[in-house]
Each structure stands twice: as structure tokens, then as C-alpha cells.
């Protein structure tokens, strides 16, 4: 999940509504993770420094928070749908998800060389 901004989170999340998340393989040029977000809670405030695909397994509605000011937005997260985050010189953010089904998605991070 890049890296986690825990200052941050501890501020603006409590415990009891972050999400799970769970590294299944990292090594020089990925890192794998599996996100399971239920409703009302949130991943955590994090900085993207790598491009990344998100592949989703179900639908859901999310709100997602960026570290620039930039107001929120909501987007729909669709079942089956990859998409590839170019991330520029990175980004932070926090996602919450909500809708009644939990935002359940695999990241796939390039790390930079």
C-alpha cells in the first residue's frame, strides 16, 4: 500500500474504522497488496510513490480524501475492473468506503529502478 502515513492516520482515523490490508509478495520490482475495506471504514491516510494497477472484486462506492486539498470526490468501484494509477512524483490519499459492500481490491505497485 505504498507508504502508510501513521501520524496522520492515528490523527484522523480511529482504530476501529481502518481497513485491512494484508502485503502478499514484495521484493525489488513489486509489491503485491490486498486491500478489505468494510463500510464506513477507511484505508488510512497513505503516499502512492509507485505506478500501480487496481484490479476490484466487487462493487462499491467510495470517498476518496487527497493530501493536495483538492475537495473529495466519490467514485464507484466496479467489480472486475483494472486500472492503472500513474502517480507522477506520488500522491497521498485516503479512501472510505461508502456503500454496503466493502471495497475488496488487489494493488499491484511497479517500483521505480
Known sequence: MS???EERTRAEVPPEKQGHYEVLVENETSRITLHRIEKGQSSGWHRHEHDYVGYHFGDSEVRIERGDGDAPSEMASKEGAATFY???DGFEHNVTVLSDAPL???EIEYKKS
Request: charged share 20%.
Open 3 to 5: 507508504t502508510k502515513m
Open 86 to 88: 500513474e502517480v507522477g
Open 104 to 106: 475488496i481490491a488487489l
